[in-house]
Nanobody, 123 residues
Framework: QVQLVESGGGLVQAGGSLRLSCAAS????????MGWYRQAPGKERQFVAH????????YYADSVKGRFTISRDNAKNTVYLQMNSLKPEDTAVYYC????????????????WGQGTQVTVSS
């Protein structure tokens, strides 16, 4: 049974930093793509960043490029999201996700989601 558990959320002032972690369990994730999404109140869930666990290739949403960094530790089956220069508009529930196929949907049969962790950025 695949489980993704996020941690590291909290309240921070604008300009501050937070580091989110996503610990995955239930199988080997070396060939997976793992990513972060976020959902603000009243808005749709949006992509933030993803990383390919086999070669470390990353991809970011334009809104976070240059401020957020996604990284991985394959030995720990863990993905991180370092968030710097946080803005109030970054306030959202942040979700970790994993999918087994690079070309498949994040909402498909072989995709998994965590429960989310709240990030609140005060102005």
């Amino acid at each position: 049974q695949v489980q993704l558990v996020e941690s590291g959320g909290g309240l921070v002032q604008a300009g501050g930093s937070l580091r989110l972690s996503c610990a995955a369990s239930g199988r080997t994730f070396n060939n997976y793509v793992m990513g972060w999404y976020r959902q603000a109140p009243g808005k749709e869930r949006q992509f933030v960043a993803h990383i390919r666990m086999d070669d470390g290739i990353t991809y970011y949403a334009d809104s976070v490029k240059g401020r957020f960094t996604i990284s991985r530790d394959n030995a720990k089956n863990t993905v991180y999201l370092q968030m710097n220069s946080l803005k109030p508009e970054d306030t959202a529930v942040y979700y970790c996700a994993a999918k087994s196929d690079r070309g498949s949907s994040w909402y498909g049969l072989n995709a998994y989601w965590g429960q989310g962790t709240q990030v609140t950025v005060s102005s």
